[in-house]
């Protein structure tokens, strides 16, 4: 068997999984902000105003 053609694929396999987990995370991160963003009241301040 051709081992370091196996290694290779293998390093690049786990390279693969570690970026989707990390770029997961981002995205993860950024729509709970949007969620968070979306769900906050309108501000009080157009209230006084009006």
Do not use: H, T, W
């Not at 390279?15 to 009080?44: G, H, M, T």
């Amino acid at each position: 068997m051709n081992y370091p053609i196996v290694i290779g694929v293998a390093l690049l396999v786990v390279i693969l999984i570690a970026y989707l987990i990390k770029r997961n995370q981002k995205d993860k991160k950024e729509f709970e902000e949007e969620v968070i963003q979306s769900e906050l009241p309108p501000e009080k301040d157009d209230k006084e105003n009006s």
